[in-house]
């Protein structure tokens, strides 16, 4: 039986991941990431974790997700957002230079946008858009089955686009860490609160504790959710004015958030489209949930997307 090998590299998580020619998920490793070691780090560990990998398995091909823009046909990484030690780096050429085996390296939101249309939640509709909220922003576009790649590196940057004329980007306010800095902001306004208390004294990942707060209608939690919601509707109406997908799929750590965002974001988005394409594309959550990411790649690696 053939093996394929999906490499997710993030900014705050590494995993490997091995799947069958179906693009099932068989068996998953996951690597913490010290951002301070930057691209070098996360490439010893890659290494390492082959080493060991490789002999066992033997793997037909690798397909990565990468979580920054790359060159889909070279495999030359253009540069990370969240982790120094990335740029202009030849990621394929070394992978297959490691390994001997072929490689196929992807933005991690165009994988995940691949997966979601083929496998999740985007399944049989036509074209599907995908946004990925986690340390980072990033989205994807699906058209006819292929993931759609403009003048290279080509991703749909949606983390990037402005919210603001001075530069305020979608990432600066929507992101994991961002959302995580808006949380420590209240909590020093309101230190008494349910959204505090659930957070406690150690700083990080205060957004994993949103959920909690909302489904108790904790007012700050709910406020952040109102911002948030805002903010990703009224860009993606823009992503609906340029493209009018038919579904818009929302992944990454803080879709875990689930139904109040989800909601929330469908609802803000409504209020932004233009009266010809009212009420807008149905919003959905990632079928796939954390696994979008390396069923893309695996996908990949079986060359079903050229």
Same mark, same amino acid.
């Given at each position: 039986m053939k093996n394929f090998l999906a490499i997710e590299i993030g900014g705050s998580k590494l995993q490997i991941f091995t799947g069958d020619k179906a693009a099932n998920i068989l068996e998953r490793r996951r690597f913490t990431v010290d951002a301070t070691d930057g691209g070098a780090g996360i490439r010893r560990q890659i290494a390492a974790a082959l080493q060991e990998i490789l002999p066992e398995l033997?793997?037909?091909?690798?397909?990565?997700?990468?979580?920054?823009?790359?060159?889909?046909?070279?495999?030359?990484?253009?540069?990370? /957002?969240?982790?120094?030690?990335? /740029?202009?780096? %030849?990621?394929?050429?070394?992978?297959?230079?490691?390994?001997?085996?072929?490689?196929?390296?992807?933005?991690?939101?165009?994988?995940?946008?691949l997966a979601e249309a083929a496998r999740g939640a985007g399944h049989g509709h036509n074209p599907i858009f995908y946004f990925n909220l986690g340390s980072g922003v990033g989205g994807g576009?699906?058209?006819?089955?292929?993931?759609?790649?403009?003048?290279?590196?080509?991703?749909?940057?949606?983390?990037?686009?402005?919210?603001?004329?001075?530069?305020?980007?979608?990432?600066?306010?929507?992101?994991?860490? %961002?959302v995580d800095k808006k949380i420590r902001a209240t909590l020093g306004a309101a230190p008494g609160g349910l959204l505090a208390r659930l957070c406690g004294e150690a700083p990080g990942g205060e957004s994993r504790q949103l959920a909690a707060a909302l489904a108790q209608h904790d007012p700050a939690a709910d406020q952040?959710?109102?911002?948030?919601?805002?903010?990703?509707?009224?860009?993606?109406?823009?992503?609906?004015?340029?493209?009018? +997908?038919e579904i818009i799929v929302l992944g990454g750590g803080l879709s875990l958030v689930g139904e109040p965002l989800r909601e929330a974001v469908e609802q803000a988005l409504g209020g932004f489209v233009?009266?010809?394409?009212?009420?807008? +594309?149905?919003?959905?959550?990632?079928?796939?949930?954390?696994?979008?990411?390396?069923?893309?790649?695996?996908?990949?690696?079986q060359g079903l997307q050229p």
């Open positions: 033997k793997p037909a091909a690798i397909g990565v997700g990468f979580g920054g823009p790359v060159d889909g046909r070279t495999g030359q990484v253009c540069c990370s /957002h969240q982790v120094a030690g990335w /740029h202009n780096f %030849a990621l394929g050429g070394w992978l297959h230079e490691l390994t001997a085996l072929p490689v196929v390296v992807e933005n991690d939101s165009n994988a995940a946008a576009l699906v058209v006819d089955g292929k993931i759609y790649h403009g003048t290279k590196p080509g991703e749909a940057e949606f983390g990037h686009l402005r919210l603001t004329r001075d530069g305020v980007t979608v990432e600066d306010r929507c992101s994991g860490w %961002a952040i959710l109102l911002e948030l919601a805002e903010d990703l509707g009224f860009t993606l109406s823009h992503v609906v004015h340029l493209f009018h +997908p233009m009266e010809a394409f009212a009420p807008g +594309p149905r919003v959905v959550l990632a079928g796939l949930g954390e696994d979008a990411v390396p069923v893309g790649a695996l996908l990949l690696a």
